[in-house]
């Protein structure tokens, strides 16, 4: 109703213009949205906290003891969270061998247990995929079969490939996302924010491999399975609503150490190491194997290399 | 052009100078023993009270013919291992059993059994030392932890078992939200398999 009408209706008028109306609103929202209590510092902490990679170390350092605080009440556990930088002069480049892999999963799940997925709902980074040898060649990713489950493995007549977050080099994920929450760091790593990431999953439908994972619901997993070593951008719990994905298990190659997934397999399948050192294993197997690289024609350029060393 | 006399000299001369240099340019090729790591972390893995062989075998008479066997009965039942060109003593040393030997006549030792398994399986054996072949832990900048090939393979019987699959991943469809205690909450079929795949080893 305008103020003509109101002046007519002879009703008192009170001159509140829209615009105010709309300060108004919005700083009440505002107010109410961000409490000032002691207790939920942590919530405007969290707000404002700035990108990654603008931090200094001294925010960095702070974060990370507001993120041990709020996991440490949510968990009962003291987790300890790292933001160990990239190794000067390191490339990351993996290898696996598909004529050993006989499909038994133990990498899946050693991943589940180092990088602290959630149980329920199911989170997995590793797909291993099951081909009839000799029908499709294996850039048919769609149309393998990944709920095989047989008595035992490896059986007659199939090969077994797994499938995880390839870490290109031109990776379409990052093109994708609106608030650079996942980047490539200098060693190769495509990594992600959980802090900024805002879920929308463009990112997922970019990649071509189908490696990355959405939290549709309150990630859950039971308290003595922890593992409470972890990195900012790697295994630090995750929440409802935020993507996730292999990092090479950032929080062990960056301190020497093998991914959890290289360690456990049975048969030696997995191979990992520098691709900047002409004498690492990865590179003996580009120079001496027969590579190659899923969707090559896609020019990712992953830093995942599959082989057949018999 | 100079006089015949002159660069025959001058021929002589490079000739020299060449087979001085010549180590420079090709040095001399590492001996197999060279480029093996040495970080072997677990000993060989025998069965328990069977090593040092020579307890038993000792005093005993080496008899290389292939025949039924009264002791090591497992290891004959199921010898699986180009086992009709071979028998025990090709690869076993008959004087000292506590050692291996290689087709040359060379010992070697239960912690060295690579050399003896490398006569056949060269590439295989190239790739182990590259890093390549086997499982690797450790740290890839570092320690790297080697196995035997005898810790994979049995050596009497080296082809892989057939194991037991981890459950594949829950299909869309069946991932419902439910509310959980803490108890009720799924627990990592891993540890389960490798303790069981422990139990089964001892």
Request: with cysteine; glycine share 6%.
């Amino acid at each position: 109703m305008s103020r003509e009408s109101d002046r007519r209706s002879g009703r008192p008028c009170r001159s509140i213009s829209r615009r105010d109306f709309l300060k108004g609103t919005a700083a009440g929202i505002a107010g109410a949205a961000f409490p000032f209590g002691s207790t939920i510092v942590s919530v405007w902490e969290s707000f404002f906290q700035k990108h990654f990679r603008e931090m200094s170390q001294d925010e960095i350092r702070d974060v990370i003891e507001r993120l041990q605080r709020e996991y440490s009440e949510k968990f009962d556990t003291r987790i300890d969270i790292n933001a160990r930088k990239a190794i000067p002069g390191t490339l990351f480049g993996y290898g696996l061998d598909l004529s050993r892999c006989i499909g038994c999963r133990r990498c899946v799940y050693a991943c589940v247990r180092e990088n602290n997925q959630s149980r329920d709902p199911q989170v997995h980074w590793i797909t291993v995929l099951r081909f009839k040898k000799g029908e499709k060649w294996v850039n048919d990713l769609e149309g393998a079969e990944k709920y095989y489950y047989p008595e035992k493995v490896p059986e007659e007549g199939f090969f077994y490939m797994p499938v995880q977050c390839q870490q290109c080099e031109n990776p379409p994920c990052v093109k994708a996302c609106p608030t650079q929450a996942t980047w490539k760091e200098p060693d190769g790593i495509v990594v992600i924010d959980y802090n900024w990431c805002i879920g929308c999953r463009y990112c997922m439908a970019a990649c071509p491999y189908g490696a990355r994972r959405f939290n549709w619901g309150r990630p859950r997993i039971p308290k003595e399975e922890l593992n409470t070593e972890t990195h900012y951008l790697g295994n630090r719990p995750r929440y409802v609503g935020v993507v996730e994905k292999c990092t090479f298990c950032i929080q062990r190659t960056r301190a020497g150490r093998y991914p959890a997934c290289v360690e456990i397999c049975p048969v030696g399948a997995r191979k990992f190491g520098n691709l900047l050192d002409p004498n690492s294993e990865i590179r003996y197997c580009i120079e001496n194997k027969r590579v190659f690289r899923l969707k090559e024609d896609l020019n990712t350029l992953p830093k995942f290399y599959y082989f057949f060393a018999t | 052009m100079g006089h015949p006399g002159e660069r025959r000299t001058w021929h002589l001369c490079a000739a020299a100078l060449f087979l001085l240099l010549m180590p420079l340019f090709h040095p001399s090729e590492p001996s197999a023993e060279e480029d093996i790591p040495k970080f072997f972390v677990p000993p060989p893995p025998f069965s328990e009270g069977i090593f040092p062989c020579s307890q038993c075998h000792a005093g005993m008479e080496a008899n290389p013919t292939r025949r039924e066997l009264s002791y090591h009965t497992e290891i004959a039942k199921g010898f699986n291992h180009a086992a009709d060109q071979r028998w025990c003593l090709d690869c076993h040393n008959p004087d000292d059993r506590d050692k291996l030997r290689l087709a040359s006549g060379k010992l070697v030792s239960f912690e060295e059994s690579y050399y003896l398994c490398g006569q056949c399986h060269g590439t295989i054996f190239r790739d182990w030392k590259a890093g390549v072949h086997g499982k690797r832990t450790g740290y890839w900048r570092g320690k790297k932890e080697y196995r035997l090939c005898v810790h994979c393979h049995n050596p009497h019987r080296p082809r892989f078992k057939p194991i037991k699959p981890l459950p594949p991943p829950m299909k869309p469809e069946d991932i419902k939200y439910r509310e959980l205690s803490p108890e009720e909450i799924p627990r990592n079929p891993l540890n389960e398999i490798l303790r069981s795949e422990r139990v089964e080893r001892k």
